[in-house]
């Protein structure tokens, strides 16, 4: 049973659904698959029927990943993620094709703003993962081959979120870099 569904928006690129693709071999647990022509009430059906916790929605913006909105089982947005960029796995290091054994957790460089923070809480929260304040990917090294969600703050208030593995300590992406975080309440609409 997956923790999280990964699609995209109904209109995509082939960009969009490469990143789709590389954030599910880095998340393990997570489930990918192509929307198509399904609304929001089959989606949430989706995501009930497969007995994840959320659904994470990649749109376009301009052939590239634009939002990332993360929905809950009932169809609530809970999490409305603005990239600024997102760099592939094959940008990153093309000879790294390999998915990751498990999650490690949640790492956030020590001081880290608000904003990361909140996006460090949502993602551990969706996901059942711990959250640990490291100064350096390097504290998390393992034997096996994990992999270790890493945010940090960014130039001009925003976030750096990419991913180490565990076992060599190098970058496997995709790097993204979020312009914003906005977390919905449960009465909050837009």
């Known amino acids: 049973m997956p923790s999280l569904l990964i699609t995209t928006s109904r209109r995509t690129s082939n960009r969009v659904r490469s ?7 880095v998340l393990p647990g997570t489930e990918r698959f192509n929307r198509g022509g399904m609304g929001l009430t089959e989606l949430t059906s989706r995501i009930r029927q497969s007995g994840a916790q959320a659904a994470l929605i990649i749109s ?3 052939g590239n990943p634009g939002e990332m909105i993360i929905l ?4 609530d947005e809970l999490f409305k993620l603005r990239l600024e960029s997102a760099l592939l796995r094959r940008e990153i290091d093309s000879s ?10 949640v790492g956030v460089k020590i001081g880290s703003s ?3 923070l909140e996006l460090a809480r949502g993602l551990a929260e969706i996901m059942s993962l711990t959250i640990e304040e490291l100064s350096d990917p390097a504290e998390r090294r393992t034997e096996k081959n994990r992999a270790l ?11 750096l979120w990419t991913h180490y593995n565990t076992k060599d300590l190098s970058e496997i992406g995709p790097r993204i870099r979020v312009s914003s975080v906005r977390r919905l309440g449960e009465n909050e609409s837009e």
């Open 19 to 25: 990143f789709a693709r590389d954030l599910s071999s």
């Open 60 to 62: 376009i913006w301009k």
């Open 72 to 75: 809950s089982s009932q169809g």
């Open 96 to 105: 790294n094709k390999g998915r990751v054994g498990s999650i490690e957790g």
């Open 114 to 116: 608000s904003h990361v």
């Open 149 to 159: 969600i890493w945010l940090e703050d960014a130039p001009s208030e925003k976030i």
